[in-house]
């Protein structure tokens, strides 16, 4: 079987599944799949573009700057799921459409310039933490950090608010996480009604994220097959 081949069977699969998540949650069909194609080449991520698959997301910089600046030609989302340092915040920024993995203030003021002197606005979502309080590898803000670095989003011209990301913690049932996440969702959007998107959902849980009213789902190994073992 050809890759082609390969990857539109995959993306079948996929988007059969979230059909049937939404059918199965009384929602419509209006989940947007974002394909993680980290480690993968860009070879594959033009045979999705090839495929429909418009929205794709890489979680390393450099990785993420040469895929982009390479497939310029195309029209594709990119969107940065990984962590961020600082640092590397204001480059992520310039090739970036979405970052979703915005969890601490002092990433807002790169960001926002990177974004400025790409000459675009860019759509921030904020990572927050499904982790018990207190544990230890937490990534993404508590609960109770959302509003005030949601606050600070607002201060920055060229970011724009769009919503908030999360991961289930290993170890946890997806559908509880998630259920929690819907919770917090909830009073979020009560304060910030056009943030609307909610990232969460991956290849092992995408149903759960559905039925917890995720907008996005990102999808990395169902679609590209697994990924070399990181050391
Ligand atoms: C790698 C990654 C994914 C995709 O994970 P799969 O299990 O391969 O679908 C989703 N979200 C984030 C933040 C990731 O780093």
């Known amino acids: 079987m050809s890759r082609r081949d390969e990857l539109a069977r995959n993306l079948e699969v996929v988007r059969g599944r979230i059909a049937a998540a ?3 949650a009384g929602r419509e069909d209006d989940v947007t799949l974002v394909v993680v194609t980290k480690f993968f080449p ?5 045979l999705l573009h090839g495929l429909g698959v418009r929205e794709v997301a890489e979680n390393r910089h450099q990785e993420a700057a040469a895929k982009s600046a390479g497939l310029a030609h195309l029209d594709l989302r ?10 590397k915040a204001a480059a992520v920024a310039a090739y970036s459409h979405v970052v979703e993995s915005v969890d601490r203030p002092k990433l807002l003021a790169p960001l926002a310039r990177g974004a400025e002197a790409a000459g ?5 979502l904020l990572q927050v933490s499904l982790d018990p309080a207190g544990s230890e590898h937490r990534s ?19 970011l724009r608010l769009a919503g908030l990301m ?7 049932d997806p559908d509880e996480a998630f259920e929690r ?3 917090v969702r909830g009073s979020f959007l009560a304060q910030h009604p056009e943030a609307g998107i909610l990232s969460a959902g991956m290849s092992g849980d995408l149903e759960q994220a559905v039925r917890h009213g995720a907008t996005h789902v990102r999808v990395g190994s169902a679609i590209l097959g697994p990924r070399p073992e990181v050391l």
């Open 22 to 24: 939404c059918a199965a």
């Open 78 to 87: 990119w969107h940065f799921v990984g962590g961020l340092q600082s640092n």
């Open 166 to 172: 999360a991961v289930a913690p290993l170890g946890e």
């Open 140 to 158: 993404g803000v508590a609960p109770e950090g959302l509003d005030e670095l949601a606050s600070r989003v607002a201060g920055e011209e060229s």
């Open 120 to 124: 675009h606005r860019l759509d921030v």
């Open 181 to 183: 996440l819907a919770r």
């Open 42 to 46: 860009a070879s594959d991520i033009e």
